[in-house]
């Protein structure tokens, strides 16, 4: 099992860019498919992103289409989600995600692995 450690949260203005990082410990991290969720303040955890473990398919929310890339490096465990035309909503806790089944990574108890969230905060 892989454990996941988010990187490159912070402050920014609409329209600005962040590029967060979740680097992934363990030798089965290229079987996994990954991706990203968020949870702002009283709202329940949502799905933003999935990339499949090959790298081949990518999905996303239909509210970062356009604006969000998600991408992996499977020589070195990392997932990246690029974060382009930040608006104040997308303001949440982001967390990386690891899954076995793709059609079900939309449901946070469809989850194997958590990482411990990165807080990603825009202002307007």
């Known amino acids: 099992q892989v454990q996941l450690v988010e990187s490159g949260g912070g402050l920014v203005q609409a329209g600005g860019s962040l590029r967060l990082s979740c680097a992934a410990s363990?030798?089965?991290?290229?079987?996994?498919?990954m991706g990203w969720f968020r949870q702002a303040p009283g709202k329940e955890r949502e799905f933003v992103a999935v990339?499949?473990?090959?790298?081949?398919?990518?999905d996303y929310t239909n509210s970062v289409k356009g604006r969000f890339t998600i991408s992996r490096d499977n020589a070195k465990n990392t997932v990246y989600l690029q974060m382009n035309s930040l608006k104040p909503e997308d303001t949440a806790i982001y967390y990386c995600?690891?899954?076995?089944?793709?059609?079900?990574?939309?449901?946070?108890?469809?989850?194997?692995?958590w990482g411990q969230g990165t807080q990603v905060t825009v202002s307007s």
């Open positions: 995600a690891a899954g076995r089944i793709y059609t079900t990574f939309v449901s946070p108890d469809k989850i194997d692995v």
């Open positions: 363990g030798r089965t991290f290229g079987t996994y498919h």
């Open positions: 990339i499949s473990w090959s790298s081949g398919v990518t």
